[in-house]
Structures are given as structure tokens and as C-alpha cells.
């Protein structure tokens, strides 16, 4: 059983940056996708990017494509998220995920089997 373990939330000002890491315990499938979520307050959680261990492959929801960067390293079982320009809709809770049967599309939430605890991302204005 994977276990899913993030690290590097916090508090930055609007156009700042930061960088979230998931460690991952357990074996890594190359079949496995891994994925960032999040959860703003009041709001359903939301898909943000994901990356197949496979071929690397990255998908980004349409609201972070050119700001943030999912990143993987495969020796160190780790997912990064590199968030740039931020805003202060993005702050949530940030959740690490992976699917290990990918069927369906890697941005459908209910595709995911296993949750890390997330880390809060607060962006100020």
C-alpha cells in the first residue's frame, strides 16, 4: 500500500512562489499516475496536475497551465509541484494522489485511490 506524505505548504504573497514536495512510501507501479489536488475553502476538491511514472507524461487543469510545474523523480519516489505566479485563488489545501488504475482521464477526481494528508497553501493579496 502506498503512503502519500506532503511537505512545503505555507503562506506567500500574491506572484510569489512555491514548491511542493510528496513523498511516497511503498512500491511506485510504472503504471501508476501521480497527481496534485487541491480544496479551496467552501469549494469541491479540484483536479490541478498530474504525471504518469511511466513516460513522464503531464496534464495541468487550464487554470495553472504556465504558472505551475509537476515534476517527478523516480530513484527518489518524490512529486514535486512548483507553483509560480500566484494568486490568491489558489489558495487550498494541497493534496497528493495517485491512481493505480489509470482508465479514465488523470483529471477525474474519483480516479484517484490513494490521499496524502495535503498541505495548506495560503496566497495574500
Known amino acids: 500500500q502506498v503512503q502519500l506524505v506532503e511537505s512545503g505548504g505555507g503562506l506567500v504573497q500574491c506572484g510569489g512562489s512555491l514548491r511542493l514536495s510528496c513523498a511516497a512510501s511503498g512500491t511506485i507501479y510504472s503504471n501508476y499516475v501521480l497527481a496534485w489536488l487541491r480544496q479551496a475553502p467552501g469549494k469541491e476538491r479540484e483536479f490541478v496536475a498530474s504525471v504518469s511514472w511511466r513516460n513522464n507524461k503531464k496534464t495541468y487543469a487550464e487554470s495553472v497551465k504556465g504558472r505551475f510545474v509537476i515534476s517527478r523523480d523516480a530513484a527518489e519516489n518524490t512529486v514535486a509541484l512548483q507553483m509560480n505566479a500566484l494568486k490568491p485563488e489558489d489558495t487550498a489545501v494541497y493534496y497528493c494522489?495517485?491512481?493505480?488504475?489509470?482508465?479514465?482521464?488523470?483529471?477525474?477526481?474519483?480516479?484517484?485511490?490513494?490521499w496524502g494528508q495535503g498541505t495548506q497553501v495560503t496566497v495574500s493579496s
Open positions: 494522489a495517485v491512481d493505480v488504475r489509470p482508465d479514465s482521464s488523470p483529471m477525474a477526481i474519483s480516479a484517484y485511490d490513494v
